[in-house]
Protein backbone atom coordinates (compact mmCIF):
# COMPACT_ATOMS: atom_id res chain seq x y z
CA UNK A 1 0.00 0.00 0.00
CA UNK A 2 1.20 3.41 -1.01
CA UNK A 3 1.56 6.14 1.20
CA UNK A 4 -0.75 8.24 -0.59
CA UNK A 5 -3.32 5.45 -0.09
CA UNK A 6 -3.15 5.05 3.47
CA UNK A 7 -4.83 8.51 3.34
CA UNK A 8 -7.79 7.03 2.76
CA UNK A 9 -7.81 4.23 5.16
CA UNK A 10 -9.53 6.89 7.52
CA UNK A 11 -13.11 6.51 8.50
CA UNK A 12 -15.57 9.36 9.64
CA UNK A 13 -18.60 9.31 12.33
CA UNK A 14 -21.00 11.56 13.83
CA UNK A 15 -22.31 12.01 17.92
CA UNK A 16 -25.36 13.95 18.54
CA UNK A 17 -25.09 15.43 22.12
CA UNK A 18 -28.96 16.21 22.59
CA UNK A 19 -29.48 17.81 25.80
CA UNK A 20 -33.15 18.22 26.68
CA UNK A 21 -34.54 20.38 29.88
CA UNK A 22 -37.18 19.41 31.71
CA UNK A 23 -38.31 22.56 33.66
CA UNK A 24 -36.20 21.38 36.30
CA UNK A 25 -32.66 19.62 35.04
CA UNK A 26 -30.55 19.79 31.89
CA UNK A 27 -30.32 16.25 30.88
CA UNK A 28 -28.72 14.15 27.63
CA UNK A 29 -30.24 12.06 25.64
CA UNK A 30 -27.99 8.29 25.78
CA UNK A 31 -27.94 5.00 24.51
CA UNK A 32 -27.25 1.65 25.88
CA UNK A 33 -24.91 -0.13 22.78
CA UNK A 34 -26.15 -3.50 22.19
CA UNK A 35 -22.73 -4.31 19.72
CA UNK A 36 -19.16 -4.17 20.51
CA UNK A 37 -16.98 -2.03 20.76
CA UNK A 38 -18.05 -0.71 24.38
CA UNK A 39 -20.60 -3.22 24.32
CA UNK A 40 -23.61 -2.81 27.16
CA UNK A 41 -22.15 0.88 27.66
CA UNK A 42 -24.01 3.76 27.26
CA UNK A 43 -22.98 6.53 24.76
CA UNK A 44 -24.23 9.28 22.61
CA UNK A 45 -26.10 8.77 19.76
CA UNK A 46 -23.64 8.33 16.76
CA UNK A 47 -22.50 5.89 13.94
CA UNK A 48 -20.76 5.77 10.75
CA UNK A 49 -21.05 8.30 7.94
CA UNK A 50 -21.99 6.70 4.45
CA UNK A 51 -19.54 7.29 1.58
CA UNK A 52 -22.51 9.52 -0.22
CA UNK A 53 -24.26 11.45 2.22
CA UNK A 54 -23.13 14.78 3.96
CA UNK A 55 -22.28 14.92 7.62
CA UNK A 56 -25.41 16.77 8.50
CA UNK A 57 -27.76 14.55 6.80
CA UNK A 58 -26.06 11.26 8.44
CA UNK A 59 -26.27 13.73 12.14
CA UNK A 60 -29.77 13.30 11.16
CA UNK A 61 -30.08 9.54 10.30
CA UNK A 62 -28.61 8.22 12.92
CA UNK A 63 -30.37 10.06 15.50
CA UNK A 64 -33.67 8.85 14.37
CA UNK A 65 -32.18 5.33 13.59
CA UNK A 66 -31.14 5.09 17.16
CA UNK A 67 -33.66 6.57 19.06
CA UNK A 68 -36.26 7.75 17.00
CA UNK A 69 -35.86 11.46 17.51
CA UNK A 70 -36.17 13.23 13.96
CA UNK A 71 -36.74 17.27 13.32
CA UNK A 72 -34.31 18.49 15.94
CA UNK A 73 -32.48 21.14 14.84
CA UNK A 74 -28.63 19.78 15.07
CA UNK A 75 -26.05 22.58 15.04
CA UNK A 76 -22.37 21.26 13.96
CA UNK A 77 -19.56 22.09 16.97
CA UNK A 78 -15.86 20.70 15.99
CA UNK A 79 -14.28 17.14 14.90
CA UNK A 80 -12.91 14.62 17.51
CA UNK A 81 -9.69 13.13 15.91
CA UNK A 82 -7.40 11.58 18.65
CA UNK A 83 -5.72 8.81 16.64
CA UNK A 84 -6.80 5.72 19.30
CA UNK A 85 -10.18 7.09 19.98
CA UNK A 86 -11.54 4.07 18.41
CA UNK A 87 -10.39 0.72 19.21
CA UNK A 88 -11.52 -0.92 15.70
CA UNK A 89 -9.46 1.83 13.44
CA UNK A 90 -8.87 5.29 12.86
CA UNK A 91 -12.54 7.03 13.46
CA UNK A 92 -12.62 10.82 12.95
CA UNK A 93 -16.11 11.94 14.45
CA UNK A 94 -18.13 15.61 14.19
CA UNK A 95 -19.99 16.36 16.72
CA UNK A 96 -23.68 17.89 16.78
CA UNK A 97 -25.77 19.26 19.76
CA UNK A 98 -28.98 20.73 20.46
CA UNK A 99 -31.41 21.90 22.95
CA UNK A 100 -34.98 20.10 23.50
CA UNK A 101 -37.71 19.85 25.37
CA UNK A 102 -38.18 16.18 26.90
CA UNK A 103 -41.52 15.79 26.77
CA UNK A 104 -41.99 16.37 23.41
CA UNK A 105 -39.65 13.80 22.18
CA UNK A 106 -39.73 9.92 23.83
CA UNK A 107 -36.85 8.43 22.74
CA UNK A 108 -37.74 4.64 21.32
CA UNK A 109 -34.26 2.68 20.82
CA UNK A 110 -33.19 0.70 17.54
CA UNK A 111 -30.67 -0.85 15.50
CA UNK A 112 -28.12 -1.44 17.90
CA UNK A 113 -29.33 0.96 20.67
CA UNK A 114 -30.46 -1.34 23.62
CA UNK A 115 -32.09 1.35 25.49
CA UNK A 116 -32.74 5.26 24.78
CA UNK A 117 -33.19 7.86 27.70
CA UNK A 118 -32.83 11.35 28.93
CA UNK A 119 -29.81 10.94 32.04
CA UNK A 120 -29.28 13.82 34.52
CA UNK A 121 -25.71 15.50 33.02
CA UNK A 122 -24.81 15.63 36.77
CA UNK A 123 -24.90 11.83 37.49
CA UNK A 124 -22.98 10.17 34.68
CA UNK A 125 -20.84 7.78 34.90
CA UNK A 126 -17.77 6.81 32.22
CA UNK A 127 -19.20 6.83 28.63
CA UNK A 128 -17.87 4.70 25.37
CA UNK A 129 -15.29 6.07 23.29
CA UNK A 130 -14.32 9.44 24.25
CA UNK A 131 -18.19 10.94 24.82
CA UNK A 132 -17.27 12.34 28.36
CA UNK A 133 -15.12 14.32 26.69
CA UNK A 134 -17.34 15.09 23.49
CA UNK A 135 -20.51 16.08 26.01
CA UNK A 136 -18.14 18.24 27.53
CA UNK A 137 -17.43 20.60 25.09
CA UNK A 138 -20.73 20.50 23.50
CA UNK A 139 -21.89 21.73 26.82
CA UNK A 140 -19.21 24.60 26.94
CA UNK A 141 -20.48 25.87 23.65
CA UNK A 142 -24.35 25.44 24.89
CA UNK A 143 -23.10 28.00 27.86
CA UNK A 144 -21.62 30.27 25.68
CA UNK A 145 -24.35 30.62 23.18
CA UNK A 146 -26.96 30.94 25.85
CA UNK A 147 -25.12 34.08 26.85
CA UNK A 148 -24.92 35.25 23.14
CA UNK A 149 -28.58 34.29 22.16
CA UNK A 150 -31.73 33.78 23.26
CA UNK A 151 -31.08 29.84 22.34
CA UNK A 152 -33.43 27.48 24.54
CA UNK A 153 -36.20 30.36 25.16
CA UNK A 154 -38.52 27.67 23.01
CA UNK A 155 -38.12 24.96 26.31
CA UNK A 156 -40.59 27.29 28.38
CA UNK A 157 -44.23 28.01 28.24
CA UNK A 158 -45.45 30.98 25.96
CA UNK A 159 -46.34 32.06 29.25
CA UNK A 160 -43.88 31.85 32.38
CA UNK A 161 -42.66 33.67 35.47
CA UNK A 162 -39.09 35.21 35.84
CA UNK A 163 -38.23 32.34 38.40
CA UNK A 164 -38.55 29.86 35.46
CA UNK A 165 -36.73 31.69 33.00
CA UNK A 166 -34.16 31.40 36.20
CA UNK A 167 -33.97 28.40 36.47
CA UNK A 168 -33.61 27.36 32.89
CA UNK A 169 -30.13 29.97 32.47
CA UNK A 170 -29.42 28.29 36.10
CA UNK A 171 -29.65 24.47 34.26
CA UNK A 172 -27.47 25.45 31.51
CA UNK A 173 -25.14 27.11 33.23
CA UNK A 174 -24.71 24.84 36.53
CA UNK A 175 -24.60 27.92 38.51
CA UNK A 176 -27.57 29.46 41.04
CA UNK A 177 -27.50 33.23 39.90
CA UNK A 178 -28.41 36.02 41.67
CA UNK A 179 -32.47 36.86 41.75
CA UNK A 180 -31.92 40.29 42.40
CA UNK A 181 -29.57 40.95 39.28
CA UNK A 182 -30.74 38.43 37.19
CA UNK A 183 -34.44 40.03 37.06
CA UNK A 184 -32.81 43.60 36.43
CA UNK A 185 -30.50 42.17 33.33
CA UNK A 186 -33.15 40.22 31.57
CA UNK A 187 -35.87 42.83 32.19
CA UNK A 188 -33.65 46.13 31.17
CA UNK A 189 -33.11 44.53 27.64
CA UNK A 190 -36.89 44.74 26.97
CA UNK A 191 -37.13 41.46 25.73
CA UNK A 192 -40.15 40.29 28.21
CA UNK A 193 -43.86 41.64 28.03
CA UNK A 194 -45.50 41.64 31.47
CA UNK A 195 -48.77 39.87 31.52
CA UNK A 196 -51.97 41.13 33.79
CA UNK A 197 -51.99 37.74 34.84
CA UNK A 198 -50.18 35.71 37.83
CA UNK A 199 -49.80 32.09 37.87
CA UNK A 200 -52.85 30.16 39.12
CA UNK A 201 -53.16 26.98 41.14
CA UNK A 202 -49.94 27.62 43.19
CA UNK A 203 -49.48 27.05 46.97
CA UNK A 204 -47.41 30.21 47.36
CA UNK A 205 -48.14 33.50 46.18
CA UNK A 206 -48.80 33.32 42.74
CA UNK A 207 -46.02 35.32 40.55
CA UNK A 208 -46.78 37.76 37.84
CA UNK A 209 -46.56 35.49 34.06
CA UNK A 210 -45.03 37.48 31.31
CA UNK A 211 -44.35 36.54 27.53
CA UNK A 212 -41.36 37.23 24.87
CA UNK A 213 -41.69 40.60 22.84
CA UNK A 214 -41.77 38.65 19.57
CA UNK A 215 -39.97 41.21 17.39
CA UNK A 216 -37.48 42.13 19.76
CA UNK A 217 -37.42 37.90 20.35
CA UNK A 218 -36.18 37.80 16.40
CA UNK A 219 -34.04 40.66 16.64
CA UNK A 220 -31.74 38.88 19.13
CA UNK A 221 -32.10 35.68 17.24
CA UNK A 222 -30.60 37.58 14.24
CA UNK A 223 -27.99 40.27 15.85
CA UNK A 224 -27.27 38.48 19.13
CA UNK A 225 -26.56 39.83 22.59
CA UNK A 226 -24.12 39.45 25.51
CA UNK A 227 -25.89 38.39 28.68
CA UNK A 228 -23.22 38.71 30.89
CA UNK A 229 -24.19 37.48 34.71
Not at 8 to 30: H, Q, Y
Not at 135 to 150: G, T
Not at 190 to 198: G, V
Amino acid sequence: MSEVDSFFKSAFSVDNVIFGFDGGDLKVLLIQRGAPPFKGMWALPGDLVYPNENLETAAERVLEQLTGLKGVYLEQVRAFGAVNRHPLGRVITIAFYSLVKTKDFVPTPASFAQRASWHNIHHLDKLAFDHNEILHDCLIQLKYRVRMAPIGFELLPPKFTLTELQQLYESILETELDKRNFRKKILSMNLLEELDETQEGVAHRPAKLYQFDQERYRQFVEQGYSFDL
